[in-house]
């Protein structure tokens, strides 16, 4: 009965391969998030998504694509991978987290562990 | 810019003993904060809050200190037990992102 699920948990790759990370939340929430940990181990934004809407989309190369079929699912496409794409990828959600002034509790997957090689 | 830093990226405690998780932040925009815990191969999973027009929030083991003219915050967790082995984020929210820190890997000894 996991709350925010992703899948897979590691992914291993070739440079220059696509690949995508599922995401699905089961909390009825309204807002959904992408965060990169990357080596150094700093936790930062890369897109959020409200009610299937994209809300904040950070400086990311547009080789990576966020869809959002329904508000329990955001996806992350990544195309054409490089090396330095090499991190562990974390969905989590919110109920009102993208509102100005409104508190930002997450509820983040296990993440998924991305290598290229 | 890293604008919320945790500088100690670890620390030992020994069971019983207080834990304090220092976090500074830079910018002044930032109204709410959080903490995080994190074990191995999970996600961060949601400690403590406070609102920065609070100082003080308690929630059992867990208080988290916030001083706005230092732009520092703290979190005691009193007292510390084997089971809270594991990294802490902290986070700032200026209400559109949370910014998180780099975290700090607390280790707590029999």
């Known amino acids: 009965d996991t709350a925010v699920s992703q899948t897979p948990k590691y992914l291993v790759t070739q440079m220059g391969n696509d690949k995508s990370i599922k995401c699905e939340q089961n909390l009825g929430h309204d807002t959904m998030y992408w965060y990169k940990q990357d080596s150094k181990k700093f936790l930062k934004i890369m897109f959020s998504?409200?009610?299937?809407?994209?809300?904040i989309n950070e400086t990311v190369p547009n080789r990576f694509s966020p869809k959002s079929p329904d508000k329990a699912h955001l996806n992350l496409h990544i195309n054409s991978l490089e090396l330095g794409d090499s991190a562990v990828y974390f969905c989590?959600?919110?109920?009102?987290?993208?509102?100005?002034?409104?508190?930002?509790?997450?509820?983040f997957g296990s993440g998924t562990q991305l290598s290229v090689l | 810019d890293q604008q919320v830093k945790q500088n100690s990226p670890s620390l030992s405690v020994q069971e019983g003993r207080i834990s304090i998780l220092n976090c500074d932040y830079t910018n002044s925009m930032f109204d709410y904060f959080l903490w995080y815990k994190k074990y191995p191969a999970e996600g961060p999973t949601f400690l403590i809050s406070?609102?920065?027009?609070?100082d003080k929030n308690e929630d059992g083991r867990f208080t988290v200190f916030l001083n706005k003219s230092a732009k520092h915050l703290s979190l005691h967790i009193v007292p510390s037990q084997p089971g809270d082995s594991a990294v802490y984020f902290c986070a700032a929210s200026d209400g559109y992102a949370l910014n998180f820190g780099k975290g700090t890997s607390l280790l707590v000894t029999p």
């Open positions: 998504y409200n009610n299937k809407e994209l809300i």
């Open positions: 989590a959600s919110s109920q009102d987290g993208w509102r100005p002034g409104t508190p930002e509790k997450l509820f």
């Open positions: 406070i609102s920065s027009i609070k």
